[in-house]
């Protein structure tokens, strides 16, 4: 039987008090909502959920007799089969399903489809969308379903930035204070906007780069920065990536998309090439250590060079990796969160 929960939807946080403790979650819909404890537990149940991925039978009963439907209106292969991956570790039943072939190509609504969902007893919605809120909408008017952003629009895309945080964490042992630097389309990007909260809440420096054109207008004015308190606050921007670089931690350069290339944003490919590819020659300014990220797919050769995209500084394979785990933990706690489970994570 369900315990009751209160829905942890949430409006755009970063200011107010942040103690460190965490609360209950049915949804995770973005990042800006979380509270730093939140984003630790969930990286520290990665953790655990890593070490069963390393076992010979990855395999636990954690989530046995419980339904997760993926509904994914856009093309996707490392978040689409991540999850599923995922919620078959954890012994759920788990549903793949595409607006191609079902009865969203007869005309029927989000809302709807998300009902006949729910009155069908699923207890997990991984939902990826084109546009923006959808997940929010869905978690508002769906009470007995937990539901996880896959990616929605232009706005948030908080698994793989969780999924990012527990890399670089992973790989040099903090987050607080470090310097990240996000290249390339931040403006369009869903992955660099949850990727700033995640960062920001736990303590690290960003510095958002790329032209001028694919930065968000708000950050780029004076007059449109945020209050001293906001979390976001202290992230930067800077248009030349040979200044940004300098010290840099973590380098994670943006996928540029085609509509972006033809779309009057920038005055060449070459242009940009020259002045915001991540190369070999560049990341000797950062640090001797630094990490390079990429959320995938990647067009080597424009946003990264191939040698650094294949080369020791790189996570980019681990990233992927560790996207299974993070959405094995994220399963988990809406799981316990919202009354579908009560056991904790089973050990063998």
Not at 248 to 258: G, I, K, P, Y
Request: some cysteine; overall charge positive; aromatic content about 4%.
């Amino acid at each position: 039987m369900r315990r009751s929960h209160p829905a942890a939807i949430g409006t755009a946080a970063g200011v107010g008090p942040d103690n460190g403790e965490t609360r209950p979650r049915q949804h995770v819909l973005d990042l800006d909502d979380f509270l730093t404890g939140e984003i630790a537990s969930v990286l520290e149940n990665t953790h655990a959920m890593k070490e069963v991925l390393k076992r010979d039978i990855k395999k636990v009963p954690t989530l046995r007799g419980r339904v997760v439907v993926t509904l994914f209106y856009e093309a996707s292969t490392r978040t689409r089969i991540s999850f599923e991956e995922a919620g078959k570790v954890l012994s759920a039943d788990v549903i793949n399903m595409s607006a191609s072939g079902s009865s969203v190509e007869k005309g029927e609504s989000l809302l709807n489809t998300g009902l006949t969902l729910q009155a069908m007893g699923v207890d997990i919605l991984v939902i990826r969308h084109p546009h923006a809120g959808a997940p929010n909408f869905l978690a508002r008017h769906l009470p007995r379903v937990s539901v996880i952003n896959a990616g929605d629009g232009l706005h948030a895309h908080p698994t793989q930035a969780l999924l990012d945080l527990f890399t670089v964490q992973e790989k040099l042992g903090c987050l607080a204070g470090l310097k990240v630097v996000i290249v390339g389309d931040v403006l369009h990007s869903r992955v660099a906007r949850s990727a700033m909260w995640g960062f920001a809440k736990m303590g690290a420096n960003v510095t958002l780069c790329g032209p001028g054109t694919l930065l968000p207008a708000d950050l780029l004015r004076p007059q449109g920065r945020l209050p001293a308190d906001h979390c976001l606050a202290s992230v930067k921007v800077d248009t030349n990536l040979d200044r940004a670089i300098q010290g840099a931690d973590v380098v994670m350069a943006l996928r540029l998309q085609s509509e972006r290339q033809n779309g009057g944003f920038l005055p060449s490919i070459r242009e940009y090439i020259r002045r915001w590819q991540v190369t070999e020659s560049r990341l000797t300014s950062a640090k001797p250590n630094a990490l390079v990220m990429h959320p995938g797919p990647m067009n080597e050769g424009i946003e990264i060079s191939s040698g650094l995209a294949h080369g020791g500084s790189s996570v980019i394979e681990e990233q992927v990796t560790n996207g299974v785990a993070v959405r094995m933990a994220l399963l988990y706690q809406v799981s316990v969160s919202h009354g579908i489970i009560d056991t904790p994570i089973a050990r063998r």
